[in-house]
């Protein structure tokens, strides 16, 4: 248990659905995270929260739509995903975005399979 | 950014020591040194990380040569829980906060 939670573990889609990933901290942090791992790529940092504001948007489609309403709890709307959108979705945390000494503390994963 | 270097894969025997060698060459001063690994099927864990001097946690050894341009993540007695993808990165301050994952080190573990 690393503190963050992500929902739903396993997501099949078809290419015309809309769906949502969500995530939640319990750990106070003022910081969230979505990070994209494809099959036999690095980690891809794909948005950053602080404090409900975002600060980073890594030029990711705007199929990808994410949503801090709160500084505890962060989603990922999905709609009219490709097939090569499926991957581990990983939402991570951390006290501070921008101080290099905090620890980033990441969920177990959404898996996504785009039909 | 400044990037690391990391061997693609080690193996290790279990409980047997396992030093994993990062290469930072162009490093700069305000750079923290963190090291995550994951396990299979499962999100990155971090595993420790330091800025000049030695580290030492519950899970490993950090040791960062003294002109900071490379590092040693220490297992002092590797398990079979321990085979993951261990990533050496650098993080830096301010407007260069991001968390770079490379390719890192596949270690297996051999019981």
């Known amino acids: 248990e690393t503190g963050v939670t992500q929902t739903p573990r396993h997501l099949v889609m078809g290419m015309t659905n809309k769906k949502s990933l969500k995530c939640e901290q319990h750990?106070?942090?003022?910081?969230m995270y979505w990070y994209k791992q494809s099959a036999k790529k690095p980690l891809e940092l794909m948005f950053v929260?602080?404090?409900?504001?975002?600060?980073e948007n890594n030029s990711v489609p705007s199929r990808f739509s994410p949503e801090c309403p709160n500084s505890s709890h962060l989603f990922l709307h999905l709609h009219t995903l490709q097939p090569e959108d499926s991957a581990l979705y990983l939402c991570?945390?951390?006290?501070?975005?921008?101080?290099?000494?905090?620890?980033?503390?990441f969920g177990e994963g959404s898996w996504l399979t785009v039909v | 950014d400044a990037k690391t270097t990391q061997p693609n894969s080690m193996e290790s025997n279990e409980e047997e020591p396992v030093h994993l060698p990062c290469n930072h060459s162009?490093?700069?001063?305000?750079?923290?040194i963190h090291w995550y690994r994951q396990l299979p099927s499962q999100g990155p864990e971090y595993v420790i990380h330091g800025l000049t001097s030695n580290v030492n946690n519950r899970m490993a050894s950090l040791a960062i040569a003294e002109d900071r341009k490379s590092s040693t993540l220490i297992l002092h007695r590797a398990t079979l829980r321990d085979a993951a993808v261990y990533y050496c990165i650098l993080r830096s301050g301010g407007s260069n906060y991001k968390l770079t994952f490379g390719k890192g080190t596949l270690l297996t573990v051999n019981p």
């Open positions: 991570a945390s951390s006290q501070d975005f921008s101080r290099p000494g905090n620890t980033i503390y």
């Open positions: 750990l106070g942090h003022n910081a």
């Open positions: 929260y602080s404090l409900e504001e975002r600060v």
């Open positions: 162009t490093i700069s001063g305000t750079d923290y």
